[in-house]
């Protein structure tokens, strides 16, 4: 890959340059409010002020590939955020909706994250960004991870049209396609072939990631599954922040999926009983099954969960089951088929009975 | 409800495809084979036309058992449906293995001339379903 090296405090003259060399229309990307660390959507160049300070805080808010979500558009936006957010966008691409020319992809290393309601609290010891000792360190003082961030595989930039490394007290910019090599050369950057693949870095994060994931509580059973969903109010936030749940007009807002009135009284004559708000885990089977393939395991359905249902344990970690078998990794390559709009002519015989 | 394993009726929600399976139950039919009446069988033009969300509604409103039946993988009227089929369900059937309900899911490619594999796996999957005993759901309120 081409790339070269700079130093933290140079970044926001590379962010700056993106706009002002009409590289990109407009910029997403987190800005700091006091101890909050939250998305700007940023035209002004003058308005970025030391992007080196939050770009790598270890705080998740939303999924920023959900904001641009059906953005149909003709200008260019850049997008940086974290691994998980740009392997979103990138499904989003393939799911036709988010223009792939309109986006640059710039993904930024990332260390794992706290909620951000966590991360301003604990602003003081967080600090600006964290390495795997600090965490260790944080962990021990009760101020823990997301989990779905102990559980990810894919914590390092590798994918997108950017991406933005730590190394050695550095960062390390590169660009991986046409358009994010483009992209550099349009800043002026000086350009050298550039490694930051960083395989024993990847191996040893993969190792403690499935680590953590074989410690979490498994749901193994109906009875375990109802437990678990025991105080969903249907209130659907975890469909709504979803970055890659994109139907226009979602099934549980339709009358089938969302009964009311006459319709609630047959369905109780039919059972004798049933559970009000109607569907609860039909809701939750269906969508998990929706977002089987494309789940980036982000975790922002659990953020968002009014009742604090430890969702993880269920759409990241079933989702990963299925993505096996189908041998995909969602958000790697915007070229690859989804799982479901291809298919081969032998396969799978063996999961169906 | 008070029925033990092994010593029940079990229903079965079926959804063959017009082309294949369906006219596979129909010879079944016309040549007199028999197999237990546990099955409901539910016509749709194409295994493609399955959304996953069908089965999944069976099982929670109380279906001991679901079947899906499709035109050999090569051999679809619409050249291509069941091989969408055969990946939908594959994924739902992972899912479902978490929680223990994929055995109550079972999908055969049947042609129209299989009178005889459709009365075969009929017989088979009201014998499993029986020996699985009734759907945990079916007793709930849900």
């Known amino acids: 890959m081409k790339g070269t090296e700079l130093k933290y405090e140079d970044l926001e003259g590379f962010f700056k340059g993106l706009l002002e060399n009409n590289v990109v229309d407009a910029l997403i990307m987190p800005h700091r409010v006091g101890n909050k660390v939250s998305y700007m959507l940023v035209r002004d160049k003058e308005r970025i002020a030391s992007p080196e300070s939050v770009i790598f805080a270890p705080s ?66 967080i600090g600006n960004l964290v390495d795997s000792a600090k965490i260790k360190e944080l962990e021990g003082k009760g101020i823990s991870m997301r989990e779905a961030c102990a559980i990810c595989e894919n914590r390092l930039a590798d994918i997108g049209d950017i991406i933005i490394a730590r190394v050695n007290g550095k960062v390390g910019v590169a660009g991986l396609t046409d358009m994010g090599v483009e992209a550099l050369s349009a800043v002026e950057l000086p350009l050298e072939d550039k490694d930051l693949e960083r395989k024993e870095e990847k191996e040893r994060i993969v190792a403690e990631a499935r680590k953590r994931l074989g410690e979490l509580p498994r749901i193994d059973s109906v009875e375990a599954l109802e437990e678990f969903l025991r105080d969903c109010i249907l209130c659907k936030n975890c469909r709504d922040v979803c970055p890659v749940c994109y139907c226009k007009e979602c099934f549980f807002d339709q009358p089938l999926g969302n ?55 269920f759409y990241p970690v079933l989702a990963q089951k299925v993505q096996e078998i189908f041998e995909y990794v969602p958000g790697k ?12 002519d032998e396969e799978l015989e063996e999961c169906l009975r | 409800m008070e029925e033990e394993k092994g010593d029940f009726e079990p229903k079965i929600v079926g959804f063959t495809c017009n082309w294949c399976t369906y006219a596979g139950a129909d010879l079944a039919g016309t040549s007199r084979k028999k197999y237990p009446p546990n099955i409901r069988l539910i016509r749709l033009m194409c295994s493609g036309r399955i959304d996953p969300m069908f089965v999944l509604k069976a099982l929670l409103n109380g279906a001991d058992g679901v079947f899906i039946g499709g035109c050999h993988p090569g051999e679809c009227h619409y050249i291509k449906g069941n091989f969408y089929a055969r990946r939908r369900i594959a994924a739902l059937r992972t899912i479902l293995k978490q929680f223990g309900l994929d055995n109550r899911v079972r999908s055969e490619w049947i042609s129209a001339s299989e009178g005889d594999k459709f009365a075969r796996t009929m017989k088979e999957m009201a014998e499993e379903i029986k020996q699985l005993g009734p759907n945990p759901m079916r007793d709930k309120i849900l």
């Not at chain 1, 792939?100 to 951000?116: M, R, W």
């Not at chain 1, 390559?333 to 081969?344: G, R």
């Open chain 1, 60 to 125: 998740f808010g939303v999924n920023a590939a959900n904001v641009v979500k059906g953005w149909m558009i003709d200008n260019k936006v850049g997008i940086v955020a974290k691994p998980c957010e740009i392997r979103a966008a990138i499904e989003l691409i393939k799911l036709k909706q988010l223009n792939e020319e309109s986006v640059l992809l710039i993904t930024v290393d990332c260390s794992g994250a706290f909620k951000n309601e966590d991360y301003a609290e604990h602003y003081p010891e």
């Open chain 1, 259 to 313: 009964p009311a009135g006459g319709d609630l009284l047959n369905l109780a004559e039919l059972r004798g009983a049933i559970e009000v708000p109607a569907n609860q885990l039909l809701y939750h089977l269906t969508r998990v099954y929706h977002v089987c393939t494309t789940c980036v395991a982000c975790g922002a359905c659990e953020d968002a969960c009014p009742k604090g249902i430890p969702l993880t344990r």
């Open chain 1, 333 to 344: 390559d915007a070229k690859e088929p989804l799982p479901f709009t291809t298919y081969e």
